[in-house]
């Protein structure tokens, strides 16, 4: 958990999309934030977040505290030690630092950071029917498709691609699957047993087995991967 103190001036408007860096981390106890952990902190006053687990709903800067209140209207207050244009960095306790780089904000229609966006994230609480199965591969993928159009939108250069939870292998030129032995972790979690994950993941494999996803050759990337996504969510349906 985050508790976050400060040094420098604090009048910087905090709004952005902020990545953890894991160049500055120094400590294990980090092992759940990847360099897809994100604060998404809009101009409006509500955030979206996953630093270990997906989280949304207001935030307000109070001098040299980040405030974060849910949906369920769990507060938390995050220290600042250092704000900078592109740079954040939070306390994670007394000793250590937690730093964040800045992204442009998403907009309203190109948001991969939305509660809409992200219920893939949650975990089952209950075995899912296969209907429900099919849901949270189609979201996951409605999820990557506004993930690459929001780095289209706001001109992203080496957008992270490797440490989101995903069964999908994605290249600079394609995309593929992961064997179920090489699935994250955290996205086996995300199903409420391994009978529900195993069965997750013969579905999107039939897919790329017996389905053709037209890969549109002149395209810029990014764009590749919007249409490839799009794709793979008719195919959900």
């Not at 993928?141 to 001109?155: D, I, K, P, V």
């Amino acid at each position: 958990m985050f508790s976050l103190t400060a040094c420098n001036p604090f009048e910087k408007d905090l709004s952005g999309t902020w990545f953890y860096s894991p160049a500055e981390q120094r400590s294990k106890n980090d092992s759940l934030l990847t360099a897809t952990s994100f604060l998404h902190l809009k101009s409006n006053g509500s955030y979206e977040s996953d630093l270990g687990h997906y989280d949304n709903g207001t935030w307000v800067q109070e001098g040299e505290e980040l405030v974060l209140t849910n949906t369920k209207g769990r507060t938390r207050r995050l220290r600042i030690q250092e704000q900078g244009r592109q740079e954040l960095k939070l306390f994670a306790n007394e000793n250590r630092v937690v730093a964040f780089d800045k992204y442009p904000a998403a907009s309203a229609n190109n948001n991969p950071f939305s509660p809409d966006n992200n219920r893939w994230r949650l975990p089952a609480t209950h075995a899912e029917t296969d209907a429900e199965l099919r849901a949270r591969l189609y979201n996951h993928c409605r999820f990557w498709e506004t993930y690459f159009a929001w780095a289209l939108e706001t001109e992203v250069d080496g957008l992270n691609v490797r440490s989101t939870p995903t069964p999908i292998k994605i290249y600079g030129n394609g995309f593929g699957l992961k064997k179920y032995e090489e699935l994250p972790t955290a996205w086996r979690q995300y199903f409420y047993d391994t009978t529900d994950c195993r069965k997750a993941d013969r579905m999107i494999k039939d897919i790329f087995r017996k389905r053709n996803i037209k890969w549109p050759e002149k395209e810029v990337t990014y764009k590749k991967f919007i249409s490839a996504f799009q794709q793979l969510q008719e195919q959900l349906k």
